[in-house]
């Protein structure tokens, strides 16, 4: 009994570690543009395609294709990023929402009119089952544990201390202070896009092992779990990102276990409706900042 | 001004129609000596490559029996009719069928959804319905003593499906203690409702139950639960895109080669096998039929096939090509073409199809045995032909 539940909490933390590399960097691009990237899912889908390209037509080991499949998808952010990203800068919400959703219409698409629209096998990556402390695990979990914290404590380090990091900060808290002393806003937006997607897209490659299945539509389903993760971890919160994805990967593993394989997608969204009711600005902060 | 006209042509043209309709009845069918067969499946649209196999299935049947002379001198003219995969376009196919085309006889539709709205079109007609490849049982409990006395189907059912994988299971594994992890949609909650029905029949129970949504990649929960839980098998009916993952997690969690996956959920396709070779092994599987099966027509069916369309056959073209043939023998069999007399000739058929004999039960339903598979050292190996009675509600 008490096994189970250990067992299920560590299956909880690993899935929580893909929503959270995934939701950092949606909710770091909320910060500094105001607008959910309802595209955010198609990055860690292409990531996923750039490596499972690399692997499959050229035969790379899995390492390469790793950076193949994020340097891809930031190429691909580069080019979103100076056409549609910049644009939102200081928009209306709306223009925001309507431009995110069509470039996710437009990458999904494209993703499938050329590779087609039926399931690849992704054949690269580490699934050897390993047993640590009587838990079975294969090692690319153990991976996707390990470069989950790596990206947390980067990411806290980078916003304490680089410059680029505190422009970051500066950029989400006050836009028209920020132009008046000199950080150049609409740069630090496309940086900050940059790095949101390149992180969805190492996501997106890190589970395509244990995921196997590689398809266009895939991105869709991690944008509506990252969803409710920045929501409750506060819109632009890194820290607080990273809690509410744990908390809702062991939920969703406890809920699985106890109550049913088909209630669990249900858990990020009962818990976001709560969240909205009680504690509509997150669980971390004691008030609003957008 | 404009209402007024399109009103007037609407009635003319309405008019017309019904005179057309009136005065092609007043000619008796099949005056040129042919036997007309309608063949209604999905030629455009998403399942149009399960239409193309099946005309083709039907179109090599029809050849083979015209290059013999026919049936008692008559051709078989196969005329095709595009449901596209919808109830709305399978009906009116069959009403073109019916009134314009005058068939004597249809074949069709591959979806269960669209042979299910066709039941009635025919009914009224008092056409015969042959279906050759719809799997939901909803359509022969309503047929024969159940109703609809003019649909016939040569097709296997879900429930047959399910009954046969249990019944496998049950008496050449020994297994009482099952797991459920199926896909949250009909065709997956339909079939563990059936393995439910009979699970008493084998004095057996499901300990768990799970269904998982499409597109669902993380299983690792809900696998240490059923690892923990006892079960000897997991019954699942799926998505064939799921089942590699599956396959994968299995084998995280310890469960691989210990207990296998048993129902459908392509588990023995080389991809699927490749993805987990040591999860999917001693999975077992029923089918319809498939090109490997080990009997001397199935095997001269596939190189024909292959040989005249350069293409392997699916399971759709062969139950076509099969369901065309049983047709002609009832035909054959009633010495007539005369509807009423072929529908009794059906009724009383016994026919030797490539994986076993045919007959129909008091539903209109074959019975058809199924075939059953199990992975052996990486590769499917194929277990015989098995068939069960299968109890319909009261």
């Not at chain 1, 970051?168 to 202070?177: F, K, L, P, W």
């Not at chain 2, 026919?70 to 709305?88: E, F, H, M, Y």
């Not at chain 2, 396959?247 to 080389?270: D, S």
């Not at chain 2, 199935?298 to 096939?305: E, G, R």
Request: aromatic letters at 10%.
């Amino acid at each position: 009994m008490f096994y189970t539940i250990i067992e299920q909490v560590v299956n909880g933390i690993v899935s929580g570690s893909v929503y959270a590399i995934v939701a950092v960097g949606m909710t770091m691009i909320f910060g500094v543009l105001r607008a959910i990237n309802f595209a955010h899912g198609e990055y860690y889908m292409l990531g996923t395609f750039g490596a499972w390209f690399a692997i499959e037509y050229f035969d790379l080991p899995y390492p390469v294709a790793i950076v193949i499949g994020v340097v891809a998808t930031a190429v691909i952010a580069v080019v979103v990023g100076n056409f549609v990203m910049q644009r939102i800068v200081g928009a209306p919400a709306e223009a925001g929402v309507l431009a995110t959703l069509g470039v996710a219409l437009i990458l999904q698409n494209t993703v499938i009119l050329v590779f087609g629209g039926s399931y690849k096998f992704f054949s690269g990556g580490y699934i050897e089952p390993v047993t640590l402390f009587g838990f079975t695990l294969a090692e690319q979990r153990i991976l996707i544990i390990i470069v989950g914290l790596i990206v947390f404590v980067g990411l806290e380090l980078m916003v304490t201390y680089s410059r680029m990091g505190k422009a970051m900060r500066a950029v989400s808290q006050n836009i028209e202070c920020c132009a008046v002393v000199g950080i150049d806003v609409r740069n630090i937006a496309l940086w900050t896009f940059i790095l949101g997607a390149g992180l969805a897209a190492l996501s997106g490659v890190l589970t395509a092992p244990v995921n196997v299945s590689v398809y266009g539509g895939m991105g869709e389903l991690i944008t509506f779990k990252t969803l409710p993760i920045i929501i409750m971890g506060g819109l632009g919160n890194v820290r607080g990102t990273f809690v509410a994805a744990m908390i809702l990967g062991i939920a969703e593993s406890l809920v699985a276990t106890y109550v049913g394989l088909q209630f669990r997608d249900t858990v990020g969204f009962a818990t976001l409706m709560l969240v909205l009711m009680w504690r509509p600005h997150g669980l971390f902060s004691a008030q609003a900042r957008f | 001004m404009t209402i007024e006209l399109s009103r007037r042509g609407f009635c003319i043209g309405t008019a017309l129609i019904g005179l057309q309709t009136v005065s092609s009845s007043a000619f008796a069918r099949s005056e040129d000596g042919t036997v007309k067969l309608g063949l209604v499946a999905p030629m455009s649209g998403p399942n149009a490559r399960y239409g193309a196999f099946s005309l083709r299935g039907a179109q090599m049947a029809a050849k083979e029996i015209n290059g013999a002379g026919g049936i008692g001198g008559r051709k078989i003219n196969i005329l095709a009719g595009d449901s596209q995969g919808t109830p709305v376009e399978g009906v009116s196919a069959t009403r073109r069928l019916i009134d314009q085309d005058q068939v004597d006889f249809i074949i069709g539709d591959v979806s269960s959804s669209v042979t299910l709205a066709m039941q009635p079109v025919a009914e009224d007609a008092g056409v015969l319905l042959l279906n050759a490849a719809s799997s939901n049982p909803k359509i022969t409990y309503k047929a024969g003593v159940g109703g609809f006395k003019w649909t016939y189907r040569n097709y296997p059912t879900d429930e047959n499906r399910a009954l046969i994988v249990l019944q496998y299971a049950a008496e050449k594994k020994g297994f009482t203690k099952y797991a459920v992890l199926s896909v949250d949609s009909d065709y997956g909650r339909a079939a563990i409702e059936f393995t439910k029905k009979y699970l008493p029949r084998f004095k057996s129970q499901i300990l768990t139950e799970d269904y998982y949504k499409e597109g669902e990649v993380d299983f690792r929960s809900v696998l240490s639960k059923i690892r923990d839980s006892g079960a000897q098998a997991i019954i699942m009916y799926g998505n064939a895109d799921s089942t590699p993952i599956v396959g994968r997690q299995m084998m995280e969690v310890g469960i691989a080669g210990k207990i296998p996956l048993i129902g459908n959920a392509e588990f023995n396709t080389e991809k699927t096998i490749k993805a987990a070779p040591k999860a999917l092994e001693g999975a077992i599987e029923a089918a319809a039929w498939l090109p490997a099966y080990e009997s001397e027509k199935s095997k001269a069916f596939v190189d024909k096939f292959t040989a005249e369309y350069r293409e392997a056959p699916n399971n759709h073209a062969y139950v076509h090509w099969e369901t065309t043939h049983l047709l002609a023998k009832a035909i054959e069999q009633a010495q007539s073409i005369d509807r009423d007399k072929v529908r009794a000739a059906l009724s009383k058929i016994h026919y030797a199809s490539a994986v076993g004999e045919v007959t129909f039960d008091d539903h209109n339903q074959a019975r058809l045995p199924m075939i059953l598979l199990e992975i052996e050292n990486g590769k499917p190996a194929i277990k015989g032909a098995y068939s069960a009675e299968i109890d319909y509600p009261k």
